[in-house]
């Protein structure tokens, strides 16, 4: 495979982002000219495999080391007043990095679109005030499909998951999801940390959701950001409800995500129903979430503001939450599809992405490597393998 070049000042840049010694790092098999990269007043020419290799070292995202231009040092707006109480907490460098990643694949898409001289999505923003839940559901019904009329209760939650996200794709929504930083399986995602996060742009606006997450969990993540889309503005879900001034918005959102799933009356009927079948209110809040696709603390919060139980349903709820999660941790499990590398890579990307990264590659506008990079592909064999999934080819 041909070699790369590799710029001293993107090298030095990745070697204080990880905070790494460099000796330490030239004594492993392969690395021993680390020092000299560094020292080099000119590009150096390193093969693939080694570069693969420092990237996996350093845990800094392949596509990095091979720019040009080293990359911005800036405070993240998703995470910059982030607090759990009143303590600030710091990103972890997984979430920064995965975040970096989804920005520069939005910053890209959004250059394509406006050279091709495509207009601003008329989604972005078109719901006015988060407080008029109503309009949202109408609004997140009709983008997504949801029909409340149609058959949505039992099923699978995958297909069911699956299907969203295409809808919301052809709608012109970037959908993304990881487990772990890019193909870095020993960097996971920590579902505790976030559960998603959407970054709006007027014209390629983006959703990533973590895909640790159960299906029922990133189902009701992917509506709640897609409503975010809709009002214009970004975020990172935690799950908790929102910190501080975020509250009202966020509160009003995952009602409105409710209502554009089941309305109000069936709410109230479905609950009755569970009550009288002799569930106790946790219990009923779990039974309803597994019908209709949705987490188990939102249905309880809707019985709760609907005087159906009390604050004890959700605490105990919130319990459940946070056992399920540490679980989870616990025992490291990863909920990709294996064995099918090219269906994983697929899973990972979004279809319309795909589709314009295709397209300027096609047109001779992105060089193959750049391409590969964008997509989260190493190869000409595995891009192949993406775009056959895709049914691009």
Known sequence: MANLTLYPATLQWAVEESDADPMALSRRRGLGQLPDWLESK?????????VEQLSRALHVPFGALVRS?????????????RTV???????????????DQMRFRQEWARDELLESGLDANPLVGSVGDAEQDDALADALRSTLGLDVRSTWEGGNSSDRFRQIKERASNAGIMIMLNSQVGSMSSRKLDLQEFRGFVLIDDMAPLVFINRNDSFDGMIFTLIHEVGHV????QELFDGIGGQGDRKVMERAI????????IDDERFRQVWREQLEEGQKPADAAESIADDF???????????????LTGEDTLEELQARMNRHLQDKATRHQDREPHGNGN???ASRVDTGFVRLVNAAMDGGRLAPTEGFDLVGVRSPQSY?????EKKLI
Do not use: C, W
Not at 230 to 233: I, N, R
């Open 254 to 261: 995952n009602r409105a995500v409710v209502k554009a799933v």
């Open 293 to 307: 696709h949705l987490s188990a603390l939102a249905m309880g919060i809707q019985a709760h503001q609907f005087g």
């Open 384 to 388: 192949q393998g993406l775009i056959r």
């Open 85 to 99: 109480g009143n303590t600030s907490v710091q990103p972890s460098k997984n979430l920064q990095d995965t975040i």
């Open 343 to 345: 269906r994983t890579n």
């Open 230 to 233: 809709l009002l214009g503005t």
């Open 42 to 50: 000119e590009p150096v020419s390193v093969s693939f495999n080694k």
């Open 69 to 81: 231009v080293v990359p911005r040092h800036r405070l993240e707006p998703l995470v910059r007043y």
